[in-house]
């Protein structure tokens, strides 16, 4: 009920007022990301804002929440330690109104314009009226941003794709326009594919090595490749572990294999003739944001690079038993194409369009791409896009939520993923990949917002990678990076809204924490190690909380009842200015009572958030850990060896732990600021707002727990000792 109030919220253009991302008007102090609408910063420079004029009456439960209700509390409490030296707390001002927050930034070269606009009407025109207004200007008018009826996606063909000015006489021309209210130039950005590794002929491997189709059921699939699939049945081929896997036939055993459920491939396009694809391919749901077609087929190259896509469709929803390569985790399921990495450089629209795309057709969202992993990269999701995944996980499957599947990313040990605001988002699943003996990839990077693990290609045989459908028919051993990691993610969430179609996003993740397994899952280098939190449940700084386990997902889908409501509460925030150095680190505390006694108070926790801004003589040196009142310590922030900036560090950016899932938030919360470094440096946090989001009542009270070990029937224990103990 709440939540279709939300929505309203959102689609509600005229109580929002976009404020370019460089209009001077958007001082930093506007902005604020609370709730659920996250998110985010980047420098300064190009940070844009929502701001929502009027207070709405909002859902708890949603995922745009008005902060003045969040931000006070009924009560002063007592927030301000004694000790605390460093610290002042503060809640934040009632006039504080909901800020979505973009992001930008940092280590990105000189920006570019792209021959595309953002348009917003002055009031609610039609489509054919926007498309009138677009031919008059010289422009053609690509559709509406987000189904809106005030924004429009306008291109100018006669402008190079990508230059290094803005067009101005295009945006007079269009400002001019009396029906245009304002007119926004896209910059272009790079967005890369995780994982993709040059093809050499070698790789590509003949199709259609038929044998004799015979029943389903019970036993293997007589798919030609699915003895290469050691990720989906591991007997320890090549060296692999045996069980090492995705557990995938104990979910099939159970009958579920992804009927009616559609995945959509937001990347390079899919080759949708593939005969081990044709049949599950959705057609309706798909499109081609990359050349504005509802065809996504890949644009052909010599060398194969867009080859991409169509193997990450492959690992969800290959056709079983049909002699061609191998099978698909969720082998009824369905693919969708969203073509929208094929281009000089990515736009805000287009990734909005493509993450906003028919969200009730796609119920989950497969992405393998992100900024550089060139570790010192600081970007995120823009403007639209942060609109386009709330609007997607408040709206989406019909208000039940939209799942968004992250590849972690590629960038090894010198890079860290909390620094990419895609994955570290809390409403995307970020997903990285473990090799077929249980070591991590070497391409592998870790961070505390990473929620579990699938597998990939990083065994000292090449031949030991992703065994999946590619381009023309054919088939590959060799799908690689993190990229190949989130597609199987995607399919056993196929599976997993197959036996319960009623699960939320939020839903998912809960049975990620619970279901996932440690096996035997460990850092080859000995660095981070498998730790308890205060809840009992187990989790890995690179593995989030284990391998996925399609059947025990399945298995506790079928059972699953909706968690309680979800409520944001901002706990507090240290604004003064601290110097860090090299021989002094800083220790922050924030003291919270979570809210308690108002109607936001979160006690059970799911994710948080440390809002922080931070520079230093060298970014790429600092570290940050975030430390819970029950003792969990997650490492928020890594070092960067190549990181050097000195100038940007960190504006508002929303580092995310997923570490203290289930844990109790009240007490006192410390965040550590420190240089790893050899070589002097200095610095200076001058913000830390913690944001808790979670349950006020215990999450899986309803919930049988049949065997006394799993990880479900040991935090249900925890919660239910602490909820008599209250
Ligand atoms: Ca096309
Ligand atoms: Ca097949
Ligand atoms: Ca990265």
Same mark, same amino acid.
């Given at each position: 009920m709440g939540r279709a109030r939300v929505v309203s919220i959102i689609a509600r253009d005229s109580a929002i007022s976009y404020v370019d991302s460089h209009d001077s008007t958007a001082t930093p102090t506007d902005i604020f990301a609370t709730s659920e609408t996250e998110t985010v910063a980047g420098c300064a420079a190009s940070v844009a804002t929502t701001t929502y004029q009027n207070k709405p009456s909002v859902s708890p439960s949603a995922e745009v929440v008005d902060s003045s209700k969040i931000a006070v509390p009924s009560r002063t409490p007592s927030t301000v330690p004694a000790d605390a030296k460093y610290i002042s707390v503060r809640r934040r001002p009632v006039t504080m109104l909901l800020a979505v927050i973009a992001l930008l930034c940092a280590g990105s070269s000189a920006e570019v314009f792209t021959n595309t606009f953002l348009v917003k009407m002055r009031q609610p025109a039609e489509r054919h009226v926007a498309d009138r207004v677009a031919a008059r200007n010289g422009f053609v008018n690509l559709g509406p941003v987000l189904g809106s009826q005030t924004e429009y996606h306008f291109i100018h063909r006669a402008l190079a794709h990508a230059r290094s000015k803005r067009s101005v006489p295009h945006m007079r021309r269009l400002k001019v326009d009396p029906m245009v209210h304002t007119a926004v130039q896209q910059p272009g950005f790079k967005r890369v594919k995780k994982g993709y590794k040059p093809l050499s002929v070698d790789n590509l491997v003949p199709l259609y090595q038929i044998k004799n189709p015979a029943n389903p059921g019970n036993r293997d699939p007589l798919d030609p490749y699915f003895q290469y699939q050691w990720y989906l049945k591991n007997t320890g081929q090549n060296g692999g572990k045996p069980k090492l896997d995705l557990n995938v036939k104990a979910a099939w055993a159970q009958g579920v294999t992804g009927k009616n459920v559609t995945t959509a491939i937001m990347d390079d396009g899919v080759d949708y003739m593939h005969p081990d694809l044709k049949y599950n391919y959705n057609a309706k749901a798909s499109y081609d944001f990359s050349s504005n077609d509802p065809y996504p087929y890949p644009r052909y190259t010599d060398d194969w690079f867009n080859s991409h896509g169509t193997r990450c469709a492959g690992e969800v929803a290959a056709a079983r038993d049909n002699g061609v390569c191998g099978v698909g985790v969720a082998y009824d399921s369905k693919v969708a194409g969203i073509r929208m990495l094929d281009q000089p450089y990515m736009t805000d629209l287009i990734e909005a369009n493509s993450m906003g795309h028919e969200p009730d057709l796609i119920d989950i969202y497969s992405a393998s791409w992100g900024p550089t992993d060139d570790g010192k990269t600081v970007d995120g999701p823009r403007n639209a896009t942060m609109r386009a995944i709330v609007r997607g996980v408040n709206e989406g499957r019909r208000g039940l939520g939209n799942i968004y599947v992250w590849a972690s990313g590629d960038g090894g040990e010198e890079d860290d993923c909390n620094c990419d605001g895609y994955a570290a988002s809390m409403w995307t699943v970020s997903i990285n990949s473990a090799i077929n003996d249980g070591q991590n990839a070497h391409y592998d990077e870790s961070c505390s917002s990473t929620l579990a693990s699938t597998f990939s290609n990083g065994a000292k045989d090449p031949n030991i990678g992703v065994a999946t459908t590619d381009l023309y028919g054919?088939?590959?051993?060799?799908?690689?990076?993190?990229?190949?990691?989130?597609?199987? =993610?995607?399919?056993?969430?196929?599976?997993?809204?197959?036996?319960?179609?009623?699960?939320?996003?939020?839903?998912?993740?809960? %049975?990620?924490?619970?279901?996932?397994?440690?096996?035997?899952? *460990?850092?080859?280098?000995?660095?981070?190690?498998?730790?308890?939190?205060?809840?009992?449940?187990? *989790?890995?700084?690179?593995?989030?909380?284990?391998? %996925?386990?399609?059947?025990?997902?399945?298995?506790?889908?079928?059972?699953?009842?909706?968690?309680?409501?979800?409520?944001?509460?901002?706990?507090?925030?240290?604004?003064?200015?601290?110097?860090?150095?090299?021989?002094?680190?800083?220790?922050?505390?924030?003291?919270?009572?979570?809210?308690?006694?108002?109607?936001?108070?979160?006690?059970?926790?799911?994710?948080?958030? =440390?809002?922080?801004?931070?520079?230093?003589?060298?970014?790429?040196?600092?570290?940050?850990?975030?430390?819970?009142?029950?003792?969990?310590?997650?490492?928020?922030?890594?070092?960067?060896?190549?990181?050097?900036?000195?100038?940007?560090?960190?504006?508002?950016?929303?580092?995310?732990?997923?570490?203290?899932?289930?844990?109790?938030?009240?007490?006192?919360?410390?965040?550590?600021?420190?240089?790893?470094?050899?070589?002097?440096?200095?610095?200076?946090?001058?913000?830390?707002?913690?944001?808790?989001?979670?349950?006020?009542?215990?999450?899986?009270?309803?919930?049988?727990?049949?065997?006394?070990?799993?990880?479900?029937?040991?935090?249900?224990?925890?919660?239910?000792?602490?909820?008599?103990?209250?």
């Open positions: 054919k088939c590959t051993t060799t799908h690689s990076g993190t990229s190949a990691a989130a597609p199987e =993610a995607a399919g056993v969430f196929a599976l997993a809204l197959e036996a319960n179609p009623q699960l939320t996003w939020r839903d998912i993740q809960h %049975l990620t924490v619970l279901t996932s397994k440690r096996n035997s899952l *460990f850092d080859a280098k000995g660095r981070f190690h498998w730790t308890m939190n205060g809840v009992g449940l187990e *989790f890995n700084h690179l593995f989030g909380y284990g391998v %996925l386990d399609a059947g025990a997902m399945v298995a506790l889908a079928k059972k699953w009842k909706t968690v309680p409501p979800r409520y944001h509460c901002e706990a507090g925030s240290v604004l003064e200015t601290q110097e860090v150095t090299s021989d002094r680190s800083i220790l922050l505390k924030i003291k919270t009572d979570a809210c308690a006694g108002t109607e936001y108070a979160v006690n059970y926790l799911e994710h948080v958030q =440390a809002v922080i801004s931070v520079n230093a003589t060298r970014r790429g040196d600092l570290e940050l850990f975030l430390t819970s009142p029950m003792g969990t310590r997650s490492m928020i922030l890594s070092r960067r060896i190549n990181d050097d900036d000195h100038r940007d560090g960190f504006t508002k950016w929303p580092f995310m732990t997923t570490h203290t899932w289930g844990e109790y938030p009240q007490g006192t919360w410390l965040l550590e600021v420190s240089f790893n470094t050899q070589t002097p440096q200095h610095g200076w946090i001058r913000e830390w707002t913690l944001m808790l989001h979670g349950t006020r009542e215990p999450p899986y009270t309803g919930l049988p727990a049949a065997d006394p070990h799993s990880k479900l029937a040991i935090v249900k224990k925890a919660h239910e000792e602490r909820s008599t103990a209250m």
